[in-house]
């Protein structure tokens, strides 16, 4: 089992930049992939970037590339999300998520919402212009 905790939403200005972060607990030493969605009210639940747990291997949404970057920190079990150059469409609840299977590490199947089993509650982003 694994529980995840977003934090870091909030509100910001178009062309702004905001930093997420999900800490995942327990903790696991190597393996498994993390990602981060986002959901917009009325639309899918949509993949925006990937990060490998063990080799940092990341993969991006055509949405979000240049903007936005995925890091880890696995000292403390923690995957950020640096967003820069937001926009409005960028508004959403932004949830993360995690997954041990062999399928999360498919580039097919990365930023899919159904490859993944624990979920965090999500942290809510709005973008003003």
């Known amino acids: 089992l694994a529980q995840l905790a977003e934090s870091g939403g909030g509100s910001v200005q178009a062309g702004g930049s905001l930093k997420l972060s999900c800490v995942r607990s327990p903790s696991s030493p190597v393996g498994g992939c993390m990602a981060w969605f986002r959901q917009a009210p009325g639309k899918e639940r949509e993949g925006v970037a990937f990060?490998?747990?063990?080799?940092?291997?990341?993969q991006y949404a055509d949405s979000v590339k240049g903007r936005f970057t995925i890091s880890q920190d696995n000292t403390k079990s923690t995957v950020y999300l640096e967003m820069s150059d937001v926009k409005p469409e960028d508004t959403a609840m932004y949830l993360c998520?995690?997954?041990?299977?062999?399928?999360?590490?498919?580039?097919?199947?990365?930023?899919?919402?159904?490859?993944?089993?624990?979920w965090g509650q999500g942290t809510q982003v709005t973008v003003s212009s």
């Open positions: 990060i490998g747990v063990a080799d940092s291997g990341t």
């Open positions: 998520a995690f997954d041990r299977r062999l399928k999360c590490f498919e580039p097919w199947n990365r930023l899919s919402a159904s490859t993944y089993s624990y």
